[in-house]
Nanobody, 118 residues
Framework: QVQLVESGGGLVQAGGSLRLSCAVS????????MAWFRQAPGKEREFVAA????????YYGDSVKGRFTISRDNAKRTVYLQMNSLKPEDTAVYYC???????????WGQGTQVTVSS
């Protein structure tokens, strides 16, 4: 069983930055892919970014390319999401997820709220 715990959410003004963290515990595999998703009220869950544990290959959703950066610290078993140039439309609950391959995630965190004021 894998446990994921997100932190780092909060309230920030438009144009500001936040860094989210996702601490991973339990049994994982070096081939796992870690990802961030978000869901705003009344909207469907949206893919934000993903990274492979092993080689660190990164993937991004179109709406965050050039503004967000995903990274991982294997020793700390933590995945980060650096969010810059935040916009009000980035407001959502952000979830960390992991799975054995890109697009197939079977473990999810509880989410952390990010609110961007205009």
């Amino acid at each position: 069983q894998v446990q994921l715990v997100e932190s780092g959410g909060g309230l920030v003004q438009a144009g500001g930055s936040l860094r989210l963290s996702c601490a991973v515990s339990g049994r994982t595999f070096s081939t796992y892919v870690m990802a961030w998703f978000r869901q705003a009220p009344g909207k469907e869950r949206e893919f934000v970014a993903a990274i492979s544990w092993s080689v660190g290959r990164e993937y991004y959703g179109d709406s965050v390319k050039g503004r967000f950066t995903i990274s991982r610290d294997n020793a700390k078993r933590t995945v980060y999401l650096q969010m810059n140039s935040l916009k009000p439309e980035d407001t959502a609950v952000y979830y960390c997820a992991c799975g054995r391959r890109l697009g197939a995630y079977d473990n999810w965190g509880q989410g952390t709220q990010v609110t961007v004021s205009s």
